[in-house]
């Protein structure tokens, strides 16, 4: 009796491995397109055709995410391939990170892939073109906050088949996330490299993975895609929809110095007078506004220009006592600081007992990265303010 227990246990274990075998063998025939002997391992039942590898990915989101042929993907759905499947949450495994492998199902990789067919074919099957893993995204969000080129076709498929183009994000992180990242980086040996790019996204503004927008998201980018975001607006998304930090679609593109977006965005109607609240990065930044951020750089100019003739509140202050005036001094930007000067920005405004915009002028140097940097304006400044009524 003894010998045959054992003799049960050890063949169901070894059918076990077998199966799971046979299983990552599969994504191998996917990955090579071979159609015929994937369809008789179908046919003849040798795997499970919704088995999942440990980053969950099944065997269709793996054969849709790495763009195998359309053949191989409607075999797998027409035989019972889930098509609601997801990978799992987001784990601290380098791989998942490299490969974006959190927040994904088949629909989602389709349209990340800009095949068409497929999310037709998906759709016509049930997919709810709204959802997405855990409620966090969708896949219109998804394919606009994507890296790179954005292909606008699958953004008007999404739109065209009924996405929500002000459909928000629900992922609400907060600061001890920061913390938790510093563990994490000696537990499982993460470079610092990687945990510094976490850092920028997680904790710079508050808890604020949460209530953006694809069009915040298209806007947020080092190289967005205006036609993107031109289809977004004329399809009905709100402009001025923010996270919980505040940053709108404008801000963002202030932030990221996309000067012809921000222009396109204040004359489509975008809050000229929001502020942010929270974190950025390391630094806290609250009731900055997008005159302050604009004002900050001469090569946004003709966006400041805009926001004066707009009405914006051009003395407003934020928390730490700065104006859009004295962050263009401090900036050692002339070029803003004569504009705001003759449209009225207050001069006087004082920090611990002293002329904010002139102590500011009178520093010679400036931090620009790690290095200090020597002001060319400073003087030209210094008699402007002077001129308009500043006092020691």
């Known amino acids: 009796m003894k010998k045959t227990l054992i003799f049960y246990i050890l063949f169901y274990c070894s059918f076990f491995v077998l199966s799971q075998d046979y299983d990552y063998d599969m994504l191998k025939l996917i990955e090579n397109n071979n159609i015929s002997e994937l369809e008789c391992w179908i046919l003849n039942r040798y795997m499970n055709i919704n088995f999942k590898n440990k980053y969950g990915e099944t065997p269709l989101i793996y ?6 042929s359309n053949e191989i993907i409607k075999l797998l759905i027409n035989n019972g391939a889930d098509i609601n499947a997801e990978t799992n949450e987001i784990t601290i495994d380098m791989y998942s990170f490299k490969k974006g492998l959190d927040n994904l199902t088949p629909f989602i990789c389709a349209m990340l892939n ?16 709204n959802y997405c893993p855990r409620n966090d995204t969708t896949p219109l969000i998804e394919v606009c906050k994507r890296s790179g080129k954005i292909d606008i076709n699958a953004i008007n498929f999404l739109i065209s088949n009924g996405a929500d183009v002000n459909a928000t994000t629900k992922r609400n992180m907060n600061l001890q996330d920061t913390a938790l990242l510093e563990k994490l980086s000696f537990k499982y040996n993460i470079p610092r490299p990687y945990i510094n ?5 997680i904790p710079r503004s508050y808890t604020d993975e949460s209530n953006k927008t694809a069009l915040i998201y298209s806007v947020a980018k ?12 004329k399809n009905g998304a709100d402009v001025n929809i923010k996270p919980q930090s505040g940053r709108s ?7 990221f110095r996309h000067k012809q977006i921000a222009i396109y965005l204040i004359n489509n109607g975008a809050d000229i007078n929001v502020k942010t609240y929270g974190k950025f990065g390391r630094t806290y930044l609250a009731d900055y506004t997008p005159l302050m951020f604009a004002s900050g750089d001469d090569k946004m100019y003709e966006v400041v220009d805009l926001l004066i003739k707009k009405g914006v509140k051009i003395n407003d202050q934020a928390t730490d006592g700065e104006t859009a005036l004295t962050l263009a001094v401090c900036l050692d930007q002339l070029k803003n600081v004569e504009l705001l000067l003759k449209n009225g920005a207050d001069v006087s405004i004082k920090k611990d007992n002293k002329n904010l915009a002139l102590s500011y002028a009178n520093q ?5 990265y790690d290095r200090m940097k020597k002001k ?14 500043a006092k020691e």
């Open 63 to 68: 054969a849709v995410r790495i763009n195998s």
């Open 376 to 389: 060319k304006n400073y003087k030209k400044i210094i008699k402007l303010l002077k001129k308009y009524g």
């Open 222 to 233: 080092i190289y967005p895609v205006k036609e993107v975001i031109e289809l977004l607006l």
């Open 197 to 201: 790019t976490i850092d920028l996204y």
């Open 114 to 129: 800009n095949n068409l067919e497929i999310g037709k074919i998906l759709l016509k099957k049930g997919v709810d073109i």
């Open 364 to 368: 010679k140097k400036i931090l620009v």
């Open 249 to 255: 679609a404008l801000m963002e593109a202030l932030i």
